[in-house]
Nanobody, 122 residues
């Protein structure tokens, strides 16, 4: 069984930064792709960033390119989402997800964390 636990969310002013962490249980973390998704109130869950088992393979939604960076530390079973220059429209619950194949589609991920709230004030 694979379990994911996110942390690092909080309240920050516009222009500020946060780093989200996603700790994944299990000894096969290095073989999983990781995706970060977010869901704002009244909106559908959207893809934010993804990283393959190979750390050179990353993808971002256009709205966060140049501001967010996804990374992973396979030795620590942890994935990260560094978020800089945050905007009020980044406010959402952020989820990490894991599966064998990288995807921008949430339904293709088998394992999910519980989510962490990010609130950006103007």
């Amino acid at each position: 069984q694979v379990q994911l636990v996110e942390s690092g969310g909080g309240l920050v002013q516009a222009g500020g930064s946060l780093r989200l962490s996603c700790v994944v249980s299990g000894r096969t973390f290095s073989t999983y792709a990781i995706g970060w998704f977010r869901q704002a109130p009244g909106k559908e869950r959207e893809f934010v960033a993804g990283i393959g088992w190979n750390t050179a393979n990353t993808a971002y939604v256009d709205s966060v390119k140049g501001r967010f960076t996804i990374s992973r530390d396979n030795a620590r079973n942890t994935a990260y989402l560094q978020m800089n220059s945050l905007k009020p429209e980044d406010t959402a619950v952020y989820y990490c997800a894991a599966d064998r194949r990288a995807s921008r589609i949430s339904s293709e991920y088998a394992y999910w964390g519980q989510g962490t709230q990010v609130t950006v004030s103007s």
